[in-house]
């Protein structure tokens, strides 16, 4: 399946929650990851995440879709790849 992830994290656990998704997705922009995942990664992932955010003010959202060939994605201006930045 392919899957979007943005998230709204609080600043003191947002790098334990981009370190988690960059094992699983490719990083596109500030706050959102993309790419193929099994189901059972996608669950493992989810698990992980759930280990450190916190639920009551923290919020993780995924986009799934079955099929890549149903989501076209156009950009205007820019395409971004974080995956190259080290942090």
């Known amino acids: 399946m392919f899957?979007?992830?943005?998230?709204?994290i609080n600043e003191k656990r947002v790098?334990?929650?981009?370190?988690?998704?960059?094992?699983?997705?490719?990083?596109?922009q500030?706050?959102?990851f993309e790419g193929?995942?099994?189901l059972g990664k996608l669950e493992k992932c989810k698990?992980?995440?759930?280990?450190?955010?916190?639920?009551?003010?923290d919020s993780v959202y995924f986009y799934e879709m079955e099929y890549?060939?149903?989501c076209n994605k156009?950009?205007?201006?820019q395409e971004k790849?974080?995956?190259s930045i080290i942090i």
Request: glycine share 2%.
């Open 3 to 8: 899957v979007i992830v943005t998230y709204d």
């Open 15 to 28: 790098n334990k929650v981009r370190k988690i998704l960059k094992k699983y997705f490719t990083w596109v």
């Open 30 to 32: 500030n706050s959102v």
């Open 36 to 38: 193929e995942i099994t």
């Open 47 to 57: 698990r992980e995440l759930l280990s450190v955010i916190e639920k009551d003010e």
């Open 68 to 70: 890549k060939l149903v």
């Open 74 to 77: 156009k950009v205007l201006g």
């Open 81 to 83: 790849n974080y995956d």
